[in-house]
Nanobody
Framework: QVQLVESGGGLVQPGGSLRLSCAAT???????MAWYRQAPGKQRELVAQ???????MYTDSVKGRFTISRDNAKNTVYLQMNSLKPDDTAVYYC??????????WGQGTQVTVSS
């Protein structure tokens, strides 16, 4: 059975950094790995995505501040978040698209940016 285990959220001051991790356990053939976030009262949005061929995209609001990466040997995806702003406060969810046509979600980790 496939599970996604997230870690790394927390409380940080504006301008600070956090690193999120998401490890996929179980037998899985991963294609795309991504991070989404959902702030209170808002829709879930795609933050960053990395494909099996290392093609990367970011939503405009995090470009230049966040970096997504993956370790295929560990089935793990990371999100390095720098220069954090209060608007980055949200629950962050890991998302994995696997072959054939399976999608998995992590349990979510809270990121709070506040002084």
């Amino acid at each position: 059975q496939v599970q996604l285990v997230e870690s790394g959220g927390g409380l940080v001051q504006p301008g600070g950094s956090l690193r999120l991790s998401c490890a996929a356990t179980g037998r899985i053939f991963i294609n795309t790995m991504a991070w989404y976030r959902q702030a209170p009262g808002k829709q879930r949005e795609l933050v960053a995505q990395i494909t099996n061929g290392d093609s990367i995209m970011y939503t405009d609001s995090v470009k230049g501040r966040f970096t997504i990466s993956r370790d295929n040997a560990k089935n793990t995806v990371y999100l390095q978040m720098n220069s954090l702003k209060p608007d980055d406060t949200a629950v962050y969810y890991c998302n994995v698209k696997a072959i054939p046509n399976r999608t998995y979600w992590g349990q979510g980790t809270q990121v709070t940016v506040s002084s």
